[in-house]
């Protein structure tokens, strides 16, 4: 029998070499598929990792849910392989049992090692909020509970009361700190911060707060805006407000503001008219619509037939005169025509040139003593509505005398009346019901020439100017 050549291979059995072939195919396969199915279900964690949603524990649940699903077929192809390959090498002894055992459990190492980071990573991975997001997506916030505020509920025992001074510290605003003892309150009723206060008037009309305090303190918020007086144990613990301990307390509903209906149009109340009003009305261009009762004083002068009473300014364009109205007084006028009266009655004075009065009592006063005497002077005399030129000496007299009319008074700027020096205008009524008379009267205390202009104007109203005429007064040393 030939031997073989050198260097050439042994005859091995067709049985065994097709075995061991099989077996190294069947071992590659096996750790493909594990290598496979590792790959896959990390895959599959990195995609739960991206996609986790609300909550840690669902996502971890669908992670595993997702891993065994897609683990479950891999490992039964395995374990069928695993099987059918063990049948054919019952028969052989083959050292790969121990190497076709570990794969199984390396599979569940891989999957377990890959579910548990899965299971990590939501809550320590960068993409996410970080736990204060997923504590806050799992849990709602719960609102804080309000603790109950303590209410002083018992009352201290009776103190001292209190004295009238400390009274008075008590209810001034900026004093008092420290007062206590028992005594009672009048106020207002408020609710401060949930708490029954009240609301104070001081001695200087300045509000002091105080808290109200014991077992009624929860009923007394129900008179809010009430008028509320306490009695108790008062502290003044600042200087603008304290604490009562009520032992007892009074409310009074608040009263409903009326509505007072306007008065009907009736005259006002006349009153008496104060002394600085009657100066007023006595005065030239003020006190117009001052109407009140009064006692004034002046001469009494006709026109026409009505009795005009001149308190101020006689004269002149800025005399101040009143009609006299009523009957009682009115009938014995005539006779005191050109004397001075006293008349007390309703004064109105309409414009600030005069008005009327309605005379209750007229009294007669003596007349006043005239201030220059005629005796031994030089006068100059003029007549009526004439101009001309006259002259005067220094210091002496010149008197003009003009004719009145029903209804308008003569009159000069009170200018003029300075310069020239004019002492008197007397009125001086006609001869038997006669027409009537003025007669200006002037004491000229300065040298030179002046012009003096007459206006006949309207009684009561002097602005109103009916004609006027103008002489010339020369004054000579």
């Given at each position: 029998m030939a031997k073989p050549k050198s260097g050439a291979k042994k005859a091995t059995p067709a049985g065994k070499t097709g075995a061991k072939s099989a077996a190294k195919k069947d071992k590659s396969a096996r750790l493909d598929l594990i290598k496979n199915a590792s790959k896959r279900v990390a895959t599959s964690?990195?995609?739960?990792?991206?996609?986790?949603?609300?909550?840690?524990?669902?996502?971890?649940?669908?992670?595993?849910?997702?891993?065994?699903?897609?683990?479950?077929?891999?490992?039964?192809?395995?374990?069928?392989?695993?099987?059918?390959?063990?049948?054919?090498?019952?028969?052989?002894?083959?050292?790969?049992?121990?190497?076709?055992?570990?794969?199984?459990?390396?599979?569940?190492?891989?999957?377990?090692?890959?579910?548990?980071?899965?299971a990590k990573t939501p809550a320590g991975t960068k993409g996410t909020t970080g736990k204060g997001a997923g504590k806050a997506a799992s849990a709602p916030a719960v609102p804080a509970v309000e603790k109950p505020r303590p209410r002083a509920t018992k009352l201290p025992p009776p103190g001292e009361p209190l004295t009238k001074r400390e009274m008075e510290q008590l209810?001034?605003?900026?004093?008092?700190?420290?007062?206590?003892?028992e005594g009672s309150l009048k106020g207002r009723l408020v609710v401060l911060n949930e708490l029954p206060n009240l609301v104070v008037v001081g001695r200087d009309k300045r509000e002091l707060t105080f808290l109200l305090q014991g077992p009624d303190q929860e009923v007394l918020p129900a008179y809010v805006n009430h008028k509320v007086s306490?009695?108790?144990?008062?502290?003044?613990?600042?200087?603008?407000?304290?604490?009562?301990?009520?032992r007892k307390y009074s409310a009074k509903k608040p009263e409903a503001e009326v509505v007072e209906a306007p008065p009907a149009d009736t005259e006002p109340r006349l009153r008496y008219l104060s002394p600085g009003e009657v100066s007023m009305v006595t005065a030239a261009g003020m006190g117009a619509g001052i109407k009140g009762f009064a006692?004034?004083?002046?001469?009494?002068?006709?026109?026409?037939?009505?009795f005009i009473l001149v308190v101020s300014n006689g004269g002149t364009r800025q005399q101040v005169s009143f009609l006299i109205e009523g009957k009682a007084a009115v009938k014995s006028l005539r006779k005191n025509v050109g004397h001075t009266l006293q008349v007390m009655g309703v004064v109105d004075k309409l414009s600030g040139?005069?008005?009327?009065?309605t005379a209750e009592n007229v009294e007669p006063r003596p007349s006043e003593a005239r201030a220059v005497s005629r005796d031994e002077m030089e006068m100059v005399h003029i007549e009526g509505e004439v101009p001309t030129s006259v002259d005067v000496k220094l210091n002496h007299g010149l008197t003009v005398r003009l004719p009145e009319q029903p209804g308008f008074t003569w009159a000069i700027e009170p200018t003029a009346a300075k310069r020239v020096?004019?002492?008197?205008?007397?009125?001086?009524?006609?001869?038997?019901?006669?027409?009537?008379?003025?007669?200006?009267?002037?004491t000229p205390r300065?040298?030179?020439?002046?012009?003096?202009?007459?206006?006949?104007?309207k009684a009561l109203t002097p602005g109103l100017v009916d004609r006027s005429f103008k002489i010339n007064v020369t004054v000579k040393p």
């Open positions: 964690t990195t995609k739960l990792v991206k996609g986790v949603g609300d909550s840690v524990t669902k996502g971890a649940k669908a992670a595993a849910k997702k891993a065994a699903v897609e683990t479950a077929p891999e490992k039964e192809k395995v374990i069928e392989k695993d099987k059918a390959v063990e049948k054919e090498k019952a028969a052989e002894k083959a050292p790969s049992k121990k190497s076709a055992a570990k794969p199984a459990p390396a599979a569940k190492s891989a999957t377990a090692k890959a579910a548990a980071p899965a209810l001034t605003a900026g004093e008092g700190r420290g007062v206590m003892g306490v009695s108790g144990m008062i502290r003044k613990t600042t200087n603008h407000g304290g604490v009562v301990d009520v006692a004034v004083r002046g001469n009494l002068e006709m026109n026409g037939e009505e040139w005069g008005g009327r009065i020096g004019l002492r008197e205008a007397n009125f001086e009524p006609g001869p038997n019901g006669g027409s009537a008379t003025r007669e200006f009267f002037f300065n040298p030179g020439t002046f012009e003096v202009e007459f206006f006949l104007a």
